[in-house]
């Protein structure tokens, strides 16, 4: 089972970072909060065919949790806006990373606080090192981006 979660949180990885690239250059003909909007329709219809056929849950069961558990649903419709605002400016791979610096610090709070009735797992060195070369690699990335896109002028992929 753990390689077939490694393999599938891989793909979850490849899938986002091609949904960002087209979502950022739909963006710039439809619209920003247009195309989020096609991303939410599109996949609560998808997730509709599947609750339908396969879900084993309790959808009414939404209606009984604190009230906080549903900014989940918010917070992803923020996060979707904020990247496909952010791939047309700085690209896939710097909004990439940055995204998921963001999850690391605030990851590291949270699991360091136990917050949201989370694991408790306090900051230590290696963590802090984690994070540190994290932003190394955004550093070398946005630097490279840089470099790049002065050296070339932007293609359109029409």
């Keep these: 089972m753990g390689i077939f979660m490694i393999l599938f949180t ?10 960002s690239s087209i979502n950022g250059t739909l963006s710039r003909k439809a619209g920003t909060l247009e195309t989020t909007l096609l991303t939410f ?4 219809l998808f997730l509709a065919i599947f609750i339908v ?10 209606l009984e949790v604190p009230k906080w558990q549903l900014s989940a649903a918010f917070l992803g419709t923020l996060y979707l806006i904020l990247t ?3 791939v047309p400016k700085i690209g896939v791979i710097a909004t990439s990373i940055l995204g998921i610096i963001g999850q690391l610090v605030i ?6 606080f136990g917050w949201f ?3 408790v797992i306090p900051l230590d060195l ?3 090192f984690a994070l540190l070369f994290m932003m190394i690699a ?4 946005y630097k490279g981006n840089k470099r790049s896109s002065e050296g070339s002028p932007a293609k359109s992929h029409n």
Excluded at 138 to 141: R, S
């Design 53 to 62: 056929f396969f879900s084993e849950g309790n959808l009414l069961a939404i």
């Design 10 to 19: 891989l793909l979850g990885g490849i899938t986002l970072s091609a949904q």
């Design 138 to 141: 955004l550093y070398f990335v």
């Design 41 to 44: 329709l599109t996949g609560t």
């Design 117 to 119: 009735n989370s694991l």
């Design 84 to 86: 496909v605002i952010a």
């Design 126 to 128: 290696k963590r802090s």
């Design 107 to 112: 990851g590291l709070f949270i699991d360091h």
